[in-house]
């Protein structure tokens, strides 16, 4: 036996899956090398097959109503999706503790910036308090002081934005 190839993957639906994408890409036709008669006649096949199938789930439900509509798998009935669910599901299982892991470090990460961001000192956002920190509201809005006609600036602002709750140092 081949030492590369894993029995096992034929006993999984993640194996079916990837054996029937392999077989759809390269034992199906191209649109292109089929005529237009010959998809009208396999319209019509599905066309057919679809209503007998729709004739069984009919009187599966005239059978037994509550069994019918009580069976959840009904939803994944259709073996494509079916497996495409399992895949899913077989991949979320593998890497929750991943997420996890993220999660924890942006939690982390963004409890960190907040601690680093709150202001040092107390201000209100009524009354202008200037000081040396870096995160007072009033430090970091807008300010514009008046130029005179000499070109010298007047230390004290002319107009200041009044900051708000979503002040920040950007």
């Not at 649109?31 to 006649?41: G, L, N, P, V, W």
């Not at 202008?128 to 000499?150: G, L, M």
């Not at 010298?152 to 709750?165: G, L, V, Y």
Request: glycine content about 2%; some cysteine; proline content about 6%.
């Amino acid at each position: 036996m081949n030492p590369y190839i894993n029995a096992d993957i034929y006993k999984t639906w993640n194996g079916e899956a990837l054996i029937n994408f392999k077989w759809n890409i390269y034992a199906t036709i191209p649109q292109e090398y089929i005529d237009d008669h010959t998809q009208k006649q396999l319209l019509i096949a599905l066309i057919i097959l679809g209503f007998i199938h729709l004739s069984f789930e009919v009187h599966q439900m005239i059978y037994d109503f509550n069994k019918w509509i009580h069976d959840f798998w009904k939803i994944f009935e259709f073996e494509s999706f079916g497996i495409y669910f399992a895949i899913i599901i077989s991949v979320g299982k593998q890497i929750i503790s991943f997420f996890v892991v993220l999660l924890i470090i942006i939690i982390s990460f963004a409890h960190a910036f907040y601690i680093s961001l709150l202001p040092r000192s107390n201000f209100s956002f009524e009354k202008r308090t200037i000081n040396n920190d870096p995160n007072n509201p009033w430090n970091i809005v807008p300010s514009y002081n008046q130029v005179f006609e000499n070109r010298t600036i007047d230390p004290n602002p002319f107009i200041i934005q009044p900051p708000n709750r979503n002040t920040t140092c950007l």
